[in-house]
């Protein structure tokens, strides 16, 4: 054994000791390879100058104007669930399908694909489908087990469905390795990887995913296993109250996904619609009065669309000056009838005490995803310090079966992963070690993102540290045991294994729809 791969041993034991210690997850992968490193450079093993690179690598997160994005989904998806617009969605679901078990089941579904297609964030999705759901679904029969892993598993479909936080990280880390790795091969014009590319990507498999979920439902709440669940007679359905519970999400979804997959904007620029559309879904929850707003503001902002797309609007701001035509006039007034119309929303939210709460929840969790991300750079370098990269290569070039041989060792050692670490850092640490080595070759970097990212959405399911779990069990009711949790999402995680098995044999699933959309 070397020396290089001695300090790496070491540095292994380390951050495993360090994560099973209980200690934040952004300390245990800065601190343990900064102590290690320091301790090896007394003996000449370590080079301190790799160091200096980490104020670089910091402003480099800061600057990277891609993932502004994320705090800006963040905060969708917190105005969305403080603003209980998705917990009425559910609920206009759930009267509308909830006739039977199955339809119970497939209504949790239903509004969880439209949730992640809209939000991504897993802790209020699970929270509120456990709330509100399982009651539902243990009243009518259906089983803890059934009821548990479904709840479970569907809260965590905001990590494969776009826009999703994992797409956009995994935007950037596979686009750098992507280009190292055809720089490496001799190609040093390679088509770039965007996050566009990657929405585009997971669509199918996403829906793919949720179609298979649909289909267990089906089997295993088959009609005579458990009759019908009784409607209140004083409680009919109403065809107008449930697209009102639906159609705001569905513009939401629409205006975000549609924006960059239509290539009217970038991911960041589709994150700011989302968040100004979110704003107006959230004030149309408080009043009449901010709801003739919020639909009059929407109207502006369609109105500023159709007359750019036909034309009609024809300002050049790249000359400095301004003429003042007809044109000019029309968008200057519509933009500002757009941002009072937000203005009015904002101020009706933070008088709700909404705004203020959601913004400070996004600033935590925005701060706690780019302080792994600045640890996992730490980290990487101290990696690359010690030769780990060099080491991998070889390792990898080891592996039968060629590119897709390292593909599989790169999925296994991803999924064992899962059990110990969170997405952020499985992608910080992975991507940049053995991105570059299997991308040298004529596998897709869309294919292999979509791949990474729904082998990724089964570190939220297996225990011990699987946050849906966690989320779960916060609001699980007293008698529900955790073993029954954990037991209870098994088959789900078989389901997602299955899909990944499928979109391995069937890449075009990922490269079809990018390939045509853009």
């Known amino acids: 054994m070397t020396i290089e791969l001695f300090w790496i041993v070491v540095l292994g034991v380390g951050l495993l000791a360090g994560i099973l210690s209980g200690l934040p997850m952004m300390l245990v992968i800065a601190g343990v390879p900064t102590l290690i490193a320091l301790a090896s450079s007394l003996f000449g093993h370590f080079d301190l100058v790799y160091f200096q690179a980490v104020p670089q690598r910091v402003f480099g997160v800061m600057e990277n104007r891609l993932l502004i994005a994320v705090?800006?989904?963040?905060?969708?998806?917190?105005?969305?669930?403080?603003?209980?617009?998705?917990?009425?969605?559910?609920?206009?679901?759930?009267?509308?399908?909830?006739?039977?078990?199955?339809?119970?089941?497939?209504?949790?579904?239903?509004?969880?694909?439209?949730?992640?297609?809209?939000?991504?964030?897993?802790?209020?999705?699970?929270?509120?489908?456990?709330?509100?759901?399982?009651?539902?679904?243990?009243?009518?029969?259906?089983?803890?087990?059934?009821?548990?892993?479904?709840?479970?598993?569907?809260?965590?479909?905001?990590?494969?469905?776009?826009?999703?936080?994992?797409?956009?990280?995994?935007?950037?880390?596979?686009?750098?390795?992507?280009?190292?790795?055809?720089?490496?091969?001799?190609?040093?014009?390679?088509?770039?990887?965007?996050?566009?590319?990657?929405?585009?990507?997971?669509?199918?498999?996403?829906?793919?995913?949720?179609?298979?979920?649909?289909?267990?439902?089906?089997?295993?709440?088959?009609?005579?296993?458990?009759?019908?669940?009784?409607?209140?007679?004083?409680?009919?359905?109403?065809?107008?109250?449930?697209?009102?519970?639906?159609?705001?999400?569905?513009?939401?979804?629409?205006?975000?996904?549609?924006?960059?997959?239509?290539?009217?904007?970038?991911?960041?620029?589709?994150?700011?619609?989302?968040?100004?559309?979110?704003?107006?879904?959230?004030?149309?929850?408080?009043?009449?009065?901010?709801?003739?707003?919020?639909?009059?503001?929407?109207?502006?902002?369609?109105?500023?669309?159709?007359?750019?797309?036909?034309?009609?609007?024809?300002?050049?701001?790249?000359?400095?000056?301004?003429?003042?035509?007809?044109?000019?006039?029309?968008t200057v007034g519509l933009l500002v009838a757009l941002g009072a119309g937000l203005l009015t929303a904002a101020i009706a939210l933070v008088r709700n005490g909404v705004l203020i709460g959601a913004i400070a929840e996004t600033i935590y969790v925005s701060g706690m995803i780019f302080g792994i991300i600045i640890a996992a750079s730490v980290l990487s370098l101290v990696f690359r310090g010690y030769g780990g990269d060099e080491m991998v290569a070889d390792l990898m070039h080891t592996v039968p079966g060629g590119a897709y041989g390292m593909l599989v060792a790169t999925m296994l050692v991803v999924f064992l992963l899962g059990f110990i670490l969170e997405f952020v850092e499985i992608i910080f640490i992975i991507i940049p070690i053995v991105g570059p080595v299997i991308l040298q070759g004529d596998i897709s970097p869309v294919w292999f993102a979509v791949l990474f990212a729904m082998n990724l959405q089964t570190s939220f399911l297996t225990p011990p540290f699987g946050f849906a779990l966690f989320y779960f069990r916060s609001v699980a009711p007293p008698g529900l045991s955790t073993g029954t949790i954990y037991r209870s999402i098994i088959p789900f995680v078989a389901i997602q294994i299955v899909a990944i098995g499928i979109l391995a044999m069937f890449p075009a699933l990922a490269t079809w729809l990018p390939s045509v959309v853009f």
């Open 71 to 330: 705090p800006l989904f963040v905060l969708v998806g917190v105005l969305l669930d403080r603003s209980k617009q998705a917990e009425r969605m559910l609920t206009s679901i759930n009267r509308l399908l909830g006739g039977t078990q199955s339809g119970l089941a497939l209504s949790v579904i239903v509004v969880s694909t439209l949730i992640a297609a809209s939000t991504g964030i897993i802790g209020a999705t699970i929270v509120m489908l456990g709330t509100i759901s399982l009651p539902t679904l243990l009243r009518a029969g259906v089983d803890e087990k059934t009821s548990s892993g479904l709840i479970c598993a569907c809260g965590t479909l905001g990590q494969i469905i776009p826009p999703s936080i994992i797409l956009i990280l995994l935007g950037d880390q596979v686009s750098n390795a992507y280009i190292e790795a055809q720089q490496n091969a001799g190609n040093f014009a390679p088509d770039p990887v965007t996050v566009g590319d990657l929405f585009a990507g997971a669509m199918l498999p996403g829906l793919l995913l949720v179609g298979l979920y649909a289909l267990y439902v089906l089997v295993r709440l088959r009609p005579g296993a458990g009759g019908a669940v009784p409607k209140p007679a004083n409680d009919p359905i109403r065809i107008g109250e449930v697209v009102a519970g639906i159609l705001p999400t569905l513009a939401l979804i629409v205006a975000v996904l549609g924006s960059i997959l239509m290539g009217f904007a970038t991911p960041t620029e589709a994150a700011g619609v989302g968040v100004a559309g979110a704003i107006l879904v959230a004030a149309a929850q408080s009043s009449r009065r901010h709801k003739r707003i919020a639909l009059a503001t929407a109207a502006f902002a369609l109105a500023l669309l159709g007359a750019s797309a036909a034309g009609f609007l024809r300002v050049d701001f790249t000359s400095g000056q301004l003429d003042f035509s007809l044109g000019t006039l029309v």
